[in-house]
């Protein structure tokens, strides 16, 4: 499958890595761009923050070049903040400048929703469009935005807000397949998304309810999307990317990583997260994913509440290498493949869900 342009940014295939607060980091990305994303997304930034220069609100917008093509969401509701943000991006240096800014219209989180920002975003249509048209006069950088199908299951408005991005500017939209009510629960409406994608030209990318290689492809066939947006699929398994690649060029379905691949992926990520953030911060950092990486292995409850203790990154470090070291000696070791139930998933606290909704 053939990928898709966002404005004149080439995108090679059409599965991408969803912005998820507090996950996707630079060492995140940088993982799941070697596993085959094709385009990776940051955590939502404050357009508050970025006008005022603040430095905690710019180290997260930073990434390797190997990220690109990379996209920077904004979150915020005030027209002229959110095009000063964009002049601030379209200003950095061109080696730290994104390829895309993308405006969260999604978040269902309180914190964000209480500011009129995310989600609520989705019932002042008239703000989507003076947002979207202030901040596409401000950049020579496309602009984008992640939405939901509407407030709540009587105001599903997505066809109106997707035409409205496009008429102001947007040269994308991405589409989570539920309302700011349904939150992540229940089915996600593809059907939804394909009404919108047949309501606009720009490209229409899909997310929600999308766990496997098969759901991305299906996903691609039932709704005529330009692209599959994952979140949740990839949280301590980035390969899934190399999965539904494998799936789509070659017919061939993969197996699993093993638990080996697993634990030395993630004590590469804790190395990239020290050299980020520090080593106390990346052992705090790197909790939430060490858990995700180790679900499902034996002994994993216990190993995950020892990592929930650890300091510093050589501590976490040292004792994922012990664990592997026990799983090599023994049997059960072979016997286990990535693929949980999805009951079996830990579910995710809220300030980890996708941040675009």
Not at 41 to 65: I, K, W
Not at 209 to 217: C, K, Q
């Amino acid at each position: 499958m053939s990928g898709f342009r966002i404005g004149d940014v080439a995108i090679d295939s059409p599965f991408v890595l969803a912005p998820l607060a507090g996950v996707s980091d630079s060492p995140f990305r940088q993982l799941a761009r070697e596993q085959g994303a094709s385009a990776v997304y940051t955590e939502m930034v404050s357009s508050d923050g970025l006008v005022r220069g603040s430095r905690n609100t710019l180290d997260y917008c930073a990434f390797v070049t190997m990220e690109r093509p990379i996209g920077i969401q904004v979150f915020g509701s005030d027209p002229t903040i959110m095009a000063d943000a964009a002049r601030v991006l379209s200003d950095l240096p061109a080696e730290q400048r994104p390829d895309l800014i993308d405006i969260n219209m999604g978040c269902p989180v309180r914190k964000v929703v209480n500011r009129c920002a995310g989600a609520a975003l989705l019932q002042d249509v008239p703000r989507i469009a003076a947002i979207v048209e202030s901040m596409s006069a401000a950049t020579p950088l496309p602009v984008t935005a992640k939405i939901r199908l509407g407030w709540d299951g009587n105001s599903r408005n997505v066809v109106e807000v997707a035409r409205t991005l496009e008429a102001a500017g947007a040269k994308a939209v991405a589409i989570h397949a539920r309302t700011r009510a349904e939150k992540f629960e229940g089915e996600a409406h593809w059907e939804m998304i394909a009404e919108a994608r047949r309501a606009v030209t720009i490209p229409v990318i899909g997310n929600g309810d999308v766990r496997s290689a098969e759901d991305a492809v299906r996903m691609l066939e039932q709704t005529g999307c330009a692209g599959v947006m994952l979140g949740r699929a990839a949280f301590g398994d980035p390969w899934v990317f190399r999965r539904i690649r494998s799936l789509v060029d070659r017919g061939e379905s993969l197996p699993p990583p093993s638990a080996a691949e697993r634990l030395e992926a993630g004590v590469r990520h804790l190395a990239m997260m020290e050299a980020s953030v520090g080593p106390e911060h990346a052992a705090r950092e790197m909790r939430k994913h060490v858990a995700w990486y180790i679900k499902g292995l034996p002994n994993s409850a216990r190993v995950r509440e020892q990592v929930n203790h650890t300091r510093t990154a050589r501590e976490m470090a040292e004792l994922l290498r012990a664990y592997l070291g026990d799983l090599e000696r023994s049997a059960a070791m072979g016997e286990q493949g990535l693929e949980a139930h999805a009951s079996d998933r830990p579910a995710p606290a809220e300030e980890f869900l996708d941040a675009a909704g």
